[in-house]
């Protein structure tokens, strides 16, 4: 298949600019037979990847056991190229995409959602897919082949998202707190996860995996207590954009939602020092500077996800009312279940220096639940990172949260008396 043969699609609405876009169709009769191979359920295999170029032209490459359906586009804000397949099994080398060439400065890869596998390329510039082909490299066996070329912004356009803005349709219907049933519901929402690893240890530990098992043992910890309906954001691997962690709370209709995340410095200098656990509440204005990025690196999850994102501050005043909204009605019992649950958490866990800190985090921003985020600990610092992979330690958390989550229950039941 020649780089002229394939479809261009996706673009941008109206005078916003363009998305470049290919759609690659195998056909069984195009170049060999054994495509009709391609019928077969099983996964195919990605083995191998290839970046070579310079700062002008880059050529990318992935070996795949068999052909599949790929979808490229292209994304701004940050500028990437994003490859989606069905049914892709990565067996790629370790610390692949993590170091890139050429126009390439990193990529990630996994399961974008059920049966949907995605590759979001990084890129120093706006690129155009100058070309993509798929040939046989013996067998079934196929190579992906994607020619990036440097472009100017102006050519590229705004890209897809970038000019996207997000407004409520009706007034948020909010009411004072109280447990929607005799059986408050919880959601455990672990962070990350799929294409999105989060925090990277230096022993190669992902924040998804972590968080999730921890969620899976404080879910398990909950359902025993036997008060409480135990509900989860997600419970594999697989990537759960923030708008429908926020969505699924909404659904379940979420008396307390957890947020679980890790933490990690990227200054060397401090990372044998810097550990422990941290609970974050929703704020407008971030309570310090390492607040303030703890929520850009959540709340960039989307776009690491090669999600297209709007620039929350475009959204001008309706964002700032929903913020207060939130606020009034939510904060102070938001505050009272971080209060009980660094409380808790004390009783066994390491805590930060600073335990108690807020920032505008995007999956907090519920309309009538209160919630937080906890960074369980610090991958960055090896004492952390031994604990957060230890089962007995994933113990001790679990129980700490439960403990707290009965507390602020109890505490909830009397007032409302």
């Known amino acids: 298949m020649g780089g002229s043969s394939y479809p261009r699609c996706l673009k941008a609405a109206g005078s916003v600019g363009f998305v470049a876009c290919v759609v690659l169709f195998l056909f069984q009769a195009l170049l060999f037979s054994s495509y009709a191979v391609l019928a077969a359920p099983q996964s195919a295999i990605a083995s191998d990847s290839r970046i070579v170029g310079g700062e002008d032209v880059t050529d990318f490459s992935l070996k795949l056991s068999k052909g599949v359906t790929v979808e490229v586009f292209t994304l701004a804000n940050p500028y990437r190229v994003i490859v989606d397949m069905p049914d892709v099994a990565f067996e790629l080398p370790e610390g692949a995409g993590r170091k890139g060439e050429g126009l390439v400065k990193t990529f990630r890869y996994g399961l974008f959602a059920a049966r949907k596998a995605r590759i979001v390329i990084d890129t120093l510039s706006p690129v155009a897919i100058e070309r993509a082909d798929m040939v046989s490299v013996g067998g079934t066996a196929v190579r992906l082949q994607l020619r990036l070329r440097a472009i100017d912004a102006a050519t590229f356009g705004y890209g897809t998202g970038a000019s996207r803005t997000a407004s409520p349709k009706t007034k948020p219907s909010l009411t004072p707190f109280k447990p929607k049933s005799s059986r408050p519901v919880i959601v455990i929402d672990p962070g990350h996860g799929g294409i999105d690893p989060g925090t990277l240890s230096a022993n190669n530990v992902y924040e998804k995996d972590v968080v999730l098992a921890v969620a899976k043992v404080l879910r398990k910890e909950l359902v025993a207590r036997g008060g409480f309906q135990v509900e989860m954001t997600r419970t594999k691997d697989v990537f759960v954009k923030l708008s429908e962690r926020l969505a699924f709370s909404e659904k379940k209709g979420a008396d307390l939602f ?28 971030a309570s310090d500077e390492a607040a303030r990025k703890a929520a850009e690196k959540e709340n960039n999850a989307d776009a690491i996800a090669g999600l297209p994102t709007f620039k929350e501050e475009n959204v001008g005043e309706v964002r700032d009312i929903l913020i207060d909204l939130v606020k009034r009605e939510t904060a102070n019992f938001s505050a009272d279940f971080s209060n009980a649950l660094v409380k808790r958490m004390g009783e066994s866990v390491r805590l930060s220096r600073k335990p108690q800190r807020s920032a505008a985090f995007k999956v907090l921003r519920q309309t009538g639940t209160p919630s937080v985020l906890v960074e369980l600990g610090y991958l960055s610092n090896s004492e952390d990172e031994k604990s957060l992979t230890s089962d007995s330690w994933r113990k001790k958390m679990a129980k700490a949260i439960a403990n707290a989550v009965e507390t602020y229950f109890k505490r909830r039941t009397v007032l409302s008396r």
């Open 258 to 285: 957890i947020s679980l995340h890790a933490d990690a410095l990227a200054d060397q200098r401090y990372v044998k020092r810097v550990r422990g656990a941290t609970v974050y509440t929703l704020s407008e204005r």
